[in-house]
């Protein structure tokens, strides 16, 4: 099971790929809008999954719903690159793995396999998991986008297209999720900081902004053996080892608009 901070530390990283590639975008998710883009004759879209059955029955229902372009089918990517298609006309890889776990080695390795293949399109990942932890994993892992099954196929389309568009698409659940999460920060930092005495929160603030004990002392008129002893006192409550990891762990807990 990952720990909370390095979970925490997936989570800045996705919210900051997801604003900013979505801010670089000028396509909008709107379930009741079809506006795709215009592809050429030659543009496809590529479904690999190892069930037959769930691949054709995905691809004709994009057909049904004007995808825009055509839309390819293979079982795996050897098969696909066995197959002589033309890679010029490539949009987009959409990759099913049903209810395959991440955490298993080979599906993650598949994966990665996938978007170094096809460094130049969006790969975006289908799957029956909306867990947040699996989410994070795919991101990490370079997809550009997590497409649950419980989302419908118009939303399917529009997750494909951002991911064209360079974007990134994940689901609603996954950012409640992370609302949450962000929310739980804050507990925890009310939480700690309650602990702390008046002198110890300044002293903290202090080496949240990186100031060196010396000027702690002078601007707290304390003796630079005191802001030591505080430190010491403040590592032991946040189990930190050193005044760096209590920079950082003091700055991860602050909410942004309680920072000054």
Same mark, same amino acid.
């Given at each position: 099971m990952r720990s909370s901070h390095a979970i925490d530390e997936s989570v800045d990283?996705?919210? !900051?790929? +997801? =604003?900013?590639?979505?801010?670089n975008s000028s396509y909008t998710i709107s379930s009741n809008e079809n506006k795709f883009q215009k592809y050429s004759t030659s543009d496809y879209l590529l479904i690999i999954d190892r069930r037959a059955l769930e691949r054709e029955c995905l691809a004709q229902a994009l057909a049904a719903? !004007? %995808?825009? %372009?055509?839309?390819? &089918?293979c079982g795996s990517l050897q098969e696909w690159q066995t197959s002589n298609q033309n890679a010029a006309g490539l949009r987009a890889v959409l990759v099913n793995t049903g209810n395959r776990n991440l955490g298993d080695g080979d599906l993650s390795a598949e994966i990665c396999e996938l978007v170094e293949a096809f460094q130049r399109v969006a790969v975006v990942m289908v799957a029956d998991n909306d867990d947040l932890t699996t989410i994070l994993k795919a991101l990490e892992l370079g997809v550009q986008g997590y497409i649950p099954t419980t989302v419908g196929i118009e939303i399917c389309m529009q997750a494909i297209e951002l991911a064209i568009a360079g974007g990134k698409f994940v689901?609603?659940?996954?950012?409640?999720?992370?609302?949450?999460? %962000?929310?739980?920060?804050?507990?925890?930092?009310?939480? +700690? &900081?309650?602990?702390?005495?008046?002198?110890?929160?300044?002293?903290?603030e202090g080496l949240r902004r990186g100031k060196a004990n010396k000027i702690i002392a002078y601007e707290l008129n304390l003796c630079e053996? &005191?802001?030591? =002893?505080?430190?010491?006192? +403040? %590592?032991?409550?946040?189990?930190? &080892?050193?005044?760096?990891?209590?920079?950082?762990?003091i700055g991860d807990m602050i909410p942004h608009e309680s920072r000054f």
């Amino acid at each position: 099971m990952r720990s909370s901070h390095a979970i925490d530390e997936s989570v800045d990283e996705v919210i !900051h790929e +997801i =604003v900013e590639s979505n801010d670089n975008s000028s396509y909008t998710i709107s379930s009741n809008e079809n506006k795709f883009q215009k592809y050429s004759t030659s543009d496809y879209l590529l479904i690999i999954d190892r069930r037959a059955l769930e691949r054709e029955c995905l691809a004709q229902a994009l057909a049904a719903h !004007h %995808m825009g %372009m055509k839309v390819k &089918t293979c079982g795996s990517l050897q098969e696909w690159q066995t197959s002589n298609q033309n890679a010029a006309g490539l949009r987009a890889v959409l990759v099913n793995t049903g209810n395959r776990n991440l955490g298993d080695g080979d599906l993650s390795a598949e994966i990665c396999e996938l978007v170094e293949a096809f460094q130049r399109v969006a790969v975006v990942m289908v799957a029956d998991n909306d867990d947040l932890t699996t989410i994070l994993k795919a991101l990490e892992l370079g997809v550009q986008g997590y497409i649950p099954t419980t989302v419908g196929i118009e939303i399917c389309m529009q997750a494909i297209e951002l991911a064209i568009a360079g974007g990134k698409f994940v689901p609603a659940s996954c950012v409640l999720s992370l609302r949450k999460l %962000m929310g739980g920060r804050s507990d925890e930092f009310r939480h +700690i &900081t309650t602990s702390f005495t008046a002198r110890q929160s300044a002293v903290a603030e202090g080496l949240r902004r990186g100031k060196a004990n010396k000027i702690i002392a002078y601007e707290l008129n304390l003796c630079e053996s &005191t802001v030591k =002893v505080h430190i010491r006192n +403040i %590592m032991k409550k946040l189990g930190a &080892t050193n005044r760096t990891e209590v920079a950082y762990k003091i700055g991860d807990m602050i909410p942004h608009e309680s920072r000054f």
